[in-house]
């Protein structure tokens, strides 16, 4: 089971499912908060600054190539560990009670299989 633990910054209060941020964001977070929105687009050449570890990658009709094929992807530590899953994109930002349960629905599945679950 997960939990809710509350990310605090000068700017919002976040609830991440039982995760916590990596010390690299959580300092480039307090130095500029100004600097990280919501939702961000990043690209390849930095998406290892996220040091996640899990990558979730919804994807969408619109995608014009995998992105499980890119090298860059490839690199992170999660990826290569087996710790990256894709899903509907269209479903996962629906913004609906029906959408919201499959949601919920994929991340029990997987979060179960996670190492350790």
């Given at each position: 089971?997960?939990?809710a ?18 010390q ?10 100004e ?15 996220a040091?996640?570890?899990?990558v ?5 009709s ?13 690199r992170l530590?999660?990826v290569r ?11 996962w930002?629906?913004?609906?009670i ?10 029990d599945?997987?979060?179960?299989k996670?190492?350790?679950?």
């Open positions: 089971m997960t939990r633990v509350p990310v605090e910054d000068t700017t919002r209060r976040q609830f991440l499912a039982g995760t916590t941020r990596p690299a964001q959580l300092d480039a977070l307090a130095a500029a908060p600097a990280f929105p919501v939702a961000a687009e990043v690209s390849l050449e930095q998406v290892h600054i040091d996640a570890d899990l979730i990658v919804p994807r969408s619109f995608d014009k190539e995998p992105l499980a094929d890119n090298p860059l992807f490839q530590t999660a560990e087996g710790r990256s899953f894709a899903v509907d994109g269209e479903l930002f629906s913004r609906s029906v959408g919201a349960a499959l949601v919920l629905d994929d991340l599945r997987i979060l179960g996670l190492p350790g679950q």
